[in-house]
């Protein structure tokens, strides 16, 4: 079975644009979590969405915004890009909040720089 | 952001020997989780513990969740150089998010 799938591997963009990431949950997982990772530090969490609806987001600006497809796969867009927002975004894919345990399972990561 | 205290911060040890990290947090959770990443990659899973005072072994690898649920060890015997990485213990909450609370990390590095 395919793991979580992450689009594209790296990035670089310059201050003020705009990006979106991409993320692939395991199939049957329903959930998508997306964290921010800093050089030396560990992941910090950013959004997540369970069937399509934002469950529990973390404390990011609103210049981070995220979405959820009927497919389950989501996007992570973030505007206006600050220099400071250079890191390694990661996605995690679980079953869902609302089913007791929901170990998080996550994929290789997008690389992002800017410049 | 909000990071879990992660001990050692770092720690060179020869192959063979075993390895002892702990995390202690000032909140309580209901399920701790020990995740492995290497450089550039993104954090594999390792153990996953549900219940306080619960051990569990996954391999060379034995976690326990703290009876007072706010606080974890990780054990890793007879050291190999592919345990070379950073660790990173997780908490996390249940409820209408489930998101994950990172430590501060581990650093193992292995010599011959």
């Known amino acids: 079975d395919a793991g979580v799938t992450q689009s594209p591997t790296h990035l670089i963009k310059t201050r003020g644009q705009q990006v979106t990431l991409r993320c692939s949950p395991i199939?049957?997982?329903?959930?998508v979590s997306w964290y921010q990772q800093v050089l030396g530090q560990g992941p910090q969490f950013i959004f997540q969405?369970?069937?399509?609806?934002?469950?529990g987001r973390g404390n990011f600006p609103d210049r981070f915004s995220a979405r959820q497809f009927p497919n389950y796969s989501s996007e992570l867009n973030v505007n206006a890009l600050l220099l400071g927002d250079s890191a390694l975004y990661l996605c995690?894919?679980?079953?869902?909040?609302?089913?007791?345990?929901?170990?998080?399972?996550f994929g290789p990561g997008t690389r992002l720089t800017v410049l | 952001g909000q990071q879990l205290n992660q001990s050692p911060q770092s720690m060179f040890i020869q192959e063979g020997e075993d390895v002892s990290m702990n995390c202690t947090s000032s909140?309580?959770?209901?399920?701790w989780l020990w995740y492995k990443q290497d450089p550039g990659e993104g954090p594999v899973l390792l153990i996953a513990l549900y219940k306080a005072g619960e051990l569990t072994s996954n391999g060379r690898l034995t976690a326990q969740f703290g009876i007072t649920r706010k606080d974890s060890f990780l054990n890793i015997s007879a050291s190999i150089p592919s345990d070379v990485g950073i660790y990173f213990c997780a908490g996390q909450e249940t409820g209408t998010a489930s998101k994950l609370t990172f430590g501060t990390g581990t650093r193992l590095q292995v010599t011959l």
């Open positions: 909140s309580i959770f209901n399920t």
């Open positions: 199939s049957g997982h329903k959930s």
């Open positions: 969405y369970y069937e399509k609806e934002e469950r």
């Open positions: 995690a894919s679980s079953l869902g909040p609302s089913r007791g345990t929901d170990t998080q399972y």
